[in-house]
């Protein structure tokens, strides 16, 4: 591996300490690097550069957004396979360019925040004492080393540099890490039990990710597959599929901090039903959100240009990437498990407000223009949807994964499932809907 990715790769993981937590937060790091050695390949696939595209001579025109679903795409293109393609246009009269900024709040409100969700999770009185239950995990700049220990022996400047606070009573843990806000909180004890796991958990710095145990038996679509009427037995009884959607939906928007938000909306779009027993199954939810019934990318996927070095962008250039949320369910009126990508955009501001966007002809042939002609990519779906990007205040916070913000502008965000190429499971192309610049992501 180049020396320079190395360096970069250890930066970006190196404040972390739990194994689970390097699957976590390292695979972003991970992904990107490893793609370095494929730049030559994308640049075989786009057959450019640059990452702006002339809006083609023909057609200059924006039009409403009610009226992009019936615009039709009157051309065909050897390069882009539109025949079989989902076109999903939100019914709304307008989209926007907002910024969702990063909690600023104080140490001391953050740790509130912490321990609410702790004891809203298990029920606990207010003044139950939370504290021995609790560290932080901080960079020692002097010995170049991560530290992690108790809360009630941190100091002031100890507080100040934290990295994640962790939570772990033996039942329970919860961990929020600093750089970007997201979470993680469960009931570890349910889970252990049920699948006969026979470690101790009590003395980690924040227990157990109860994810993927079993085997998946059933994945639904939400997009596609009707899941009236079907149920399976959890530890505590049988669930019907779109009760438990209701309710996950509900308590994802509502009980929590680092998970919910109030300018959010809540809808699960993925299920994996995984059996543990001949008896016991659990539910796996993949739950995207959308602001003003517009949908936040929420797809697993990095952008090309932020991993190329020569691309002539400057490193604080905003770094798209999906939002999405993971949560299960082992037994009725209970999550088992959170995890939310990052912060609980608490706040919004509104940068731009449009009612008219280009026309899917126009950006169609915007990105049949751009890709090469020698590739023929099969789009299984075409959304209007907000590209999510990461903003940084400065190249050290990048480095170490700091964000500043979360920056929102509308796309058409193309899908492309199957590939043909054994180095991409996935494939997206976002066309911006104002400007048509064009960002390439892959999985």
């Known amino acids: 591996m180049d020396s320079n990715l190395e360096k970069k790769l250890a930066k970006g993981v190196r404040f ?126 002097e010995k170049n080393d991560r530290l992690v220990i108790p809360l ?53 710095a924040y227990g157990y990710r109860s994810t993927n145990l079993g085997t998946s038996v059933a994945t639904y679509d939400l997009d596609k597959d009707d899941i009236s009427n079907i149920s399976y037995h959890l530890s505590d009884g049988d669930l019907l599929l779109t009760e438990a ?58 952008s090309l240009d932020s991993m190329n070095e020569d691309s002539g962008k400057d490193n604080l250039t905003a770094e798209p990437f999906g939002t999405n949320h993971l949560v299960t369910m082992f037994e009725k009126d209970k999550l088992g498990f959170i995890w939310s990508c990052c912060q609980n955009f608490e706040s919004v501001q509104t940068l731009n407000t449009y009612d008219k966007v280009l026309p899917l002809d126009v950006v169609c042939e915007t990105l049949s223009n751009y890709i090469s002609k020698d590739k023929q990519f099969q789009i299984s779906s075409i959304e209007l949807l907000y590209q999510t990007e990461f903003e940084y205040e400065n190249e050290e916070k990048r480095e170490w994964g700091y964000i500043q913000s979360i920056h929102c502008r509308p796309v058409y965000h193309f899908s492309i499932e199957n590939t043909g190429l054994s180095e991409y499971r996935k494939m997206y192309f976002d066309v911006d809907a104002i400007t048509s610049d064009i960002t390439t992501m892959v999985y």
């Open 245 to 302: 959607v209701d309710y996950v939906e509900k308590h994802m928007k509502e009980d929590y901090y680092y998970v919910g938000s109030e300018y959010l909306d809540y809808s699960v779009f993925g299920i994996d039903v995984r059996k543990l027993t001949d008896e016991i199954y659990y539910y796996e939810f993949d739950v995207g959100t959308a602001y003003d019934g517009v949908a936040l990318n929420h797809d697993d996927a990095t």
């Open 152 to 204: 009630d022996e941190a100091t002031k400047e100890q507080k100040e540099q934290v990295q994640y606070i962790g939570y772990n009573d033996g039942i329970c843990s919860e961990l929020l890490v600093f750089s970007n806000f997201m979470l993680e909180m469960g009931d570890y004890a349910t889970t252990t039990t049920l699948v006969g796991d026979q470690d101790d958990h009590s003395k980690d």
């Open 16 to 141: 972390i300490l739990a194994p689970f937590v390097v699957e976590v937060i390292s695979m972003i790091y991970i992904k990107k690097f490893s793609l370095f050695i494929l730049i030559g390949l994308i640049t075989f696939l786009t057959g450019c550069s640059a990452n702006k595209s002339e809006i083609p001579q023909k057609e200059k025109n924006f039009i409403p957004i009610s009226k992009v679903e019936t615009d039709t795409i009157t051309e065909n293109y050897k390069n882009l396979d539109i025949s079989n393609t989902k076109i999903t246009i939100p019914d709304v009269d307008e989209v926007y360019e907002l910024n969702f900024p990063v909690s600023t709040d104080t140490f001391e409100r953050q740790l509130e925040k912490f321990e609410y969700n702790i004891r809203k999770y298990e029920g606990l009185e207010e003044d139950t004492d939370l504290v021995p239950y609790m560290n932080i995990m901080y960079w020692d700049n």
